[in-house]
């Protein structure tokens, strides 16, 4: 594990694989550190001819951590954009997206394949949609583009 300064904050990354090889960046998902990325996975995709960088996102792990804020209260948060409004929040999904790509550019990597589960799926999304140049392609899991038309999910699904 390695930490580097990237946006103005400290990212915790690891790194697996030969770095001339093309690279996967794996992003985690909400409060969800980059173990959750485990070590075997990694190191599979690795073996099968990948640079595997993962990474603590803001406020999580042994990334920067934003204490100086209150905890996020999330159904106050979707009351206010529901509302229209623009809430108080200390960084957004694009200052996430742009942490991603400032750590590949920072680690020296032009384009990655960008994988993302759950808020990290959504992170990827922005990646993809911002930055288009910079990856290679798109894997978004358990994720949404947040878009309130989109149907919910099933009920059946929630067991």
Request: net charge negative.
């Amino acid at each position: 594990m390695s930490i580097l300064k990237v946006n103005g904050i400290d990212l915790a990354f690891d790194s697996y694989g030969n770095e001339t090889d093309e690279t996967i960046l794996l992003i985690a998902g909400l409060g969800t550190q980059m173990i959750r990325w485990t070590a075997p996975f990694c190191e599979m995709l690795a073996h099968r001819g990948y640079r595997v960088i993962r990474f603590d996102n803001r406020d999580t792990g042994l990334s920067t951590h934003f204490n100086q804020y209150a905890t996020l209260d999330f159904e106050a948060l979707a009351r206010t954009l529901m509302s229209g409004q623009s809430p108080e929040i200390p960084y957004t999904l694009d200052d996430m997206s742009d942490d991603a790509i400032g750590l590949i550019d920072v680690l020296g990597i032009k384009k990655a394949h960008v994988v993302g589960r759950s808020m990290g799926g959504m992170i990827a999304q922005l990646v993809a949609g911002r930055y288009p140049d910079r990856v290679l392609s798109l894997t978004s899991i358990m994720s949404t583009t947040g878009n309130p038309a989109l149907p919910p999910t099933s009920p059946k699904l929630w067991l």
